[in-house]
């Protein structure tokens, strides 16, 4: 009898093959000797453990395992995922989905040159930060305005600029915990600022932060709970109030409304999200905000307000830290050209057109992709039907809207390794597990997605 190992390709033999062949164009021939080894020495383990099944010498069938293996292994760790949750500012989805012309004003600031740090018309070296300081002049009514890498560090560079080794005064009903590691004590810690807890969890007067003024007082922090309200007996101070007693004593007032919106999402059923502009309306020196919340841009933390805390911020060696890069600002450029046009310009932001779309509109997909997928197999049903979907972003749970989802069902197979198989077949999908049942919310699938929802759910269920 013939001895089956001897049947084996050689690791040369496997390269000369037209499928590794090909491969060989597109990738570095260490890399793809190495998937041949790899195919061999498991085809071998095989056949002395007698599995012998037909092919599993053959160069051909091997080769093409050795091409397969290469693809799954440099596949891309990030991927696409088509967001049927129904939470808009999905965090671990990336946060805001960028315009069109946001997200080509990044790729071109990727592919080629532009004018970063240099003014064009006197060929002198500029400050990056010009390009979006005037858009936020214009849109906030601010003296100036700056870019860092996010929220959470435009706050501690502005605490460490503006009172490191001195006081900040917080209402304790506002010491929040938001997205698990942005917490103000912290983050004041890592400032260098010392802060200084006023009044208790659920009720903070104006008398209070008055009577903890002290000449290590240098500025008063507001921060909006953004994930959560205290109800009840409670009452916190107007900031109209704040800006009158900080002025009194020559300090700053500092307002961190976290998401940043700059249009009144009001008109939506979201209330309570406070404006930058109006903030800075009422006389807060500062106000700080997340370019990737409601205002739908790149990730990016703004600070805006009076130019010289401004350009004392920008002086601060970790302003260099913070800094953003040319893909962030030429994104979050567009993005607030969009809002300085106005109108129906609006629209073209992504998170504008999901809270837009009509009820009606979310209806008729719902039932479609239903429809779609219970004429497809006898295995699935498939109901479409209303339910709520979510802001997100570290907002409440009650910053809502209705929506429709469609309820799946596939007989045999439990909701979790339903779920599984959206996450990881293409297009990759992540649904809304509720209540042990499988939705995919039709508010966040943007309308171009639908199609490759459908092929997405079908690919599921006939993975079983
Ligand atoms: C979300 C949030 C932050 C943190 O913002 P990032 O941009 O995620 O760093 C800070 N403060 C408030 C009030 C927030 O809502």
Redesign the pocket.
Known sequence: MSNPLRSLPSVHDLLETPALREVLLSHGQDRVAAAARAVIAESRRQLLAGNSAAGQAEIGVLAQRAAEQLATELQPRLREVINATGVILHTNLGRAPMAEEAANAAQSAARGYLNLELDLETGSRSNRQDAVRGWLRQLLGAESGTVVN???AA?VLTLRALARDREVLVSRGEL?E??GS?RIPEIMAVSGARLREVGTTNITRISDFAAAITAEAAALLR??T?NYRVIGHAETPTLAERVRLARQHGLLMID?V??GALLDFQTWGLSGEPQPRESLAAGADLVLF?G??LLGGPQC?LIAGRAELISRIERDPLMRAFRVDKMTLAALEATLRIYAAGGPALSRLPLVQMVQTPLAVLQARAEWLADALRTYSHVVSAEAKQDVAFMGG?SLPSQSMPTWVVAVKVSGVSESELARRLRTRRPEVMPRVQEGQLLLDLRTVMESQLESLRQACYAAVAAG
Do not use: L, P
């Open positions: 996010n929220n959470a706050t929040v938001i997205g942005f921060v909006h953004s961190d976290g998401s997340s990737d919340k933390g570290g």
